[in-house]
């Protein structure tokens, strides 16, 4: 991650011990990590650990350089990340949670000296730092919240439209981002580092006669805090709302690192509320192994995933087989039937019908129309809607 964070790594350090209160690490620890930043004339200490404001701030004070633990350094990769508004308003958020969080004691500490990494906030008294961080919270949330209402109309749209929405998911590289490009034949970013994707994007995809919505989304991480998943809660809920997941794993890595990966993202999906959506779990990157590690991971982990299929999004292998897994699972079609009376609004309603759906049956009987249809749930609810506000007699749709 550091690395994904343009840093270079000079040197690392590692201890197996309860936290020390003071330091995290222990007292001895702390010289030595003190005269390793001085030998490498390294700048910055990243923890992997997370680290008390009163642990940071002592670290800092023994080491002189500023002290980072993984949360921030998520943040850092994430302000690196964000291209767009929204993703960019969620990392501030995100960032500003924090440093309320630890406004008061950061200040507290400030008042004797100042420390690398704590920006002179000596100057400050406690009460007027804290709300001047929540008053630009409160403007990013009104900015964050303008963006979802334009974001729940699209969705509406989309779903008046007929179409069927599917989003990407998966760990942070494992591919996402090259199976968007190769399914919808865009362009949107490839990278191999983390987080290459920090807001949805979404293409129309056809295939089958049918057309559907595939959305690319921010990648997962073990240990993801909490704050992230909230902040970046209107991004992931594009997952929410889909009708379908594809969840990317990389397959050519070790065993052990790939089901822990898939722990985690069905973890996410669940804390997500995103659980019960169907599945296919697509084992990518298969270009980098022989057949029979192919064929050796599959056997390990098919008990363990949903609907699992073997590609290789960047040469495009077995992306025929994906696109029919797609069409039997989404395409649950009804039926159903309705009857109505002939008036001058009643054709513009049929041609829209016969746009939507799939018309079995159509019969003109004098003063009424009497149509047999298959579509899916979304299409025939808005049919029944239809067909009531004309005064006609719908058929409840039974599975086709």
Partial sequence: MAQSAGYTIVGTLEQTRPPDARYQIGAGKVEELANLVKETGANKVIFDNALRMIQNYNLAKATKVEVIDRFQLILEIFARRATTTEAQLQIQLATLRNELKHAREKVRLCRGSEQPGFMGLGVYEADVYRDAIKLQVQTILKKIAAIRTKRVLQRKRRIELGFLSISLAGYTSAGKSTLF?????????????????????????????????????????????????????????????????????DLKEPNEL?????????????????????????????????????QQKFDILKSKIQNPILISAKKHTNLDVLKSYIIRILENYVQGSFSIPLTGEVMPFMSWVHEKAEVKKEE????????????????????RRKVEKFNGKYTQPING
């Fill in 181 to 249: 490009n190769a399914l919808t034949e865009a362009d949107t970013m490839v990278d191999r580092t983390l987080f290459t994707t920090l807001s949805t994007t979404t293409r129309i995809i056809e295939f089958s006669n049918r057309k559907f919505l595939l959305t690319d989304t921010v990648g997962f991480i073990d240990r993801l805090p909490i704050s992230l998943i909230e902040a970046f809660h209107s991004t992931l809920e594009e997952t929410i709302y889909s009708d379908l997941i594809i969840l990317v794993v």
């Fill in 258 to 294: 790939i089901e822990k990966k898939i722990n985690i993202c069905q973890d996410t999906i669940n804390k997500l509320g995103a659980g019960s959506i169907p599945q296919i779990t697509v084992l990518n990157k298969i270009d980098h192994l022989s057949p029979e590690e192919i």
């Fill in 364 to 383: 003109f009987l004098g003063d009424h129309v009497e149509v047999n249809f298959e579509a899916n749930p979304q299409i025939a609810e808005q049919i």
